[in-house]
């Protein structure tokens, strides 16, 4: 079977009218964008309140979104369809993920600007950027394989983005809690860390490490998204 991107858009065009039918789900594009607005006007300063907004936004569209727009189809009944159609699970797995990572890039592309943070090397902060946007959209994806429906996904998201914006929080226990050091490798938080570095001065090879973490991620992510979705066309 030959990759076919008329596959690929078709899917795309599919979930974008069913986005914008959905107000609930759609409605939570702003909200990163007016938090950047808020802390904008507030000038806010310090690395860590920019990334607190751009991991909203990861988490709210790439991996909300994301997994309401899987939720959804399995919601009326039109995964197994999917599954079942010409397509490759590469091309599905490309054409549901499109939508939610340009709408992804586009609200943290906005968010950094309406904020105010001009990175020092722009060029590396991007690349950390893709890879972080790939991983949360990935993340989506599982969430809404195991999730029924678009209201379950909105319940599940609640405790995600608690562990994916609260991991700054658990670093000062770490010295006294060493069981914690694993929260340093989580992909926000290497971000985060990569910001930092790279606002002191670092290149692209200086922070190479955090990459190939968060790289690791990602392929993890969709190494499993890809296992539970074909387990999901033989269970069902």
Known sequence: MTFSTRRIF?????????????????????????????????????????????????????????????????????????????????????????LSFIATAVVVAGSIWL???????????????????????????LIGLFTKSVMEASVVIVPIMFIFSSGSFLTPFIEKYPVLAVVEYMPNLQLLELANRVEAGAGLGDVMLHLLVILAWVLVIHAVAAYVYKKRMVDE
Request: proline share 3%; charged share 15%.
């Open 10 to 98: 078709a899917i795309l065009q599919k979930d974008y009218k069913d986005l914008s039918r959905n107000l609930f789900v759609s409605t939570t594009l702003i909200m990163p964008l007016l938090m950047a607005v808020l802390f904008g006007r507030m000038g806010i300063e310090g690395i860590a309140s920019h990334y607190l907004i751009i991991n909203l936004g990861f988490i709210l569209v790439g991996a909300y979104v994301q997994s309401s727009l899987i939720a959804e189809e399995k919601e009326k009944n039109t995964l197994r369809g999917l599954m079942l159609s010409p397509a490759s699970t590469l091309e599905i797995f490309c054409g549901k993920s499109l």
């Open 115 to 141: 904020s105010g943070y001009n990175p020092r090397n722009m060029a590396v902060i991007a690349i950390a950027l893709v890879l972080s946007a790939v991983f949360y959209v990935g993340l989506g994806t």
